[in-house]
């Protein structure tokens, strides 16, 4: 029987670390090689320092350790992209060509690459925004994920590369911060909140986004790579819906376990980033093909990060009472 072997690049990164872990217990631990730029924690096992612009390197590391799918998760996100143009383009689109070409001349079996809501541009539709539909990205890293969208499609349409992607909402987790996005606030809000009861936030009170919990964003990741073949029709990538929430929700459900939680608002360019966004997005084709469903929605999410973080922190949440 073939035994997958699975370099996931990108692991250190805010969606690598906990999908590492997630792969790491449904292929073993000495079948998934974690790769990043930067230098594992101390005692990390089957860790690469490896830059994703260094092809040869990838194929070599491919080679040695007999590698049959590859999550390519390194990326420059929204607002350093903006403030990083040349970087963010050669980044995001050349890592992606580096690997396809490796897919196709290795005949890997499977690859995972993340999209984003960011395709989408001031002309698709603000709510409910479907998968097709005008997709005229405003952002570096919009456009940089639609071109790598459209190389997923030729690769597969050419070659037969079997490349899967998801069109992932903002991401909130507890394990690895997020690194130079718009949505970074969602996370940051609940460090702020538990540490300083008090948070200046970059967008508008009423900017509302699409979002996703980390648990269902890893879910979701493993149940489209698990699926058959046949079952995937959409080979750009899917949309992915989780919840969708302004900054002054949230900070209306995190005031129900701190009360004395405040929020400042001072917009800046981010503000006009998340503008061009949709706030919601219509996730049909991926509940169809592959049966998605999220599980977490703004209270639970909430809840959740606000229970782990102050155990990280070695914090205890007030204890509220419920007014009926
Ligand atoms: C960002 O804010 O840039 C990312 C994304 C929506 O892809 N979190």
Known sequence: MKIDKILVIGACGQIGTELVTALRS????????AADINLP??????????????????????????????YLLAAMLSANGEQNADAAWKLNVQSLLSVLKIAKEQKLDKVFWPSSIAVFGPGSPKYNCPQQTRIEPNTVYGISKRAGEYW??????KYGVDVR?????????????????????????????????????????????PMMYMPDAIRATLELMNVPKEKITIRTS?????????????????????????????????NAIANSWPASIKDEQ?????EWKPKYDLKSMTDDMLQKLSEIKGMQLPVVEEVY
């Open 41 to 70: 924690k101390p005692g990390t096992k089957n860790h690469l320092c490896l830059d994703v612009l260094d092809h040869e390197k990838i194929e070599a590391v491919v080679k040695e350790y007999g590698i049959t799918q590859i």
């Open 165 to 209: 992607s998801i069109r992932f909402p903002g991401l909130i987790s507890y394990t690895a911060p997020p690194g130079g996005g718009t949505t970074d606030y969602a996370v940051s809000i609940f460090h702020e909140a538990l540490e300083n009861q008090h948070y200046t936030c970059f967008l508008t009170e009423d900017n509302c986004l």
């Open 26 to 33: 449904q292929y073993g631990e000495e079948n998934v090689i």
């Open 152 to 157: 997923c499609n030729y690769y597969f349409e």
């Open 286 to 290: 991926a509940r169809k093909d592959w």
């Open 238 to 270: 899917y949309n992915l819906a989780g919840m969708s929430f302004a900054p002054c929700d949230i900070a209306a459900e995190i005031k129900k376990h701190i009360p004395e939680f405040k929020v400042a608002y001072e917009p800046d360019y981010r």
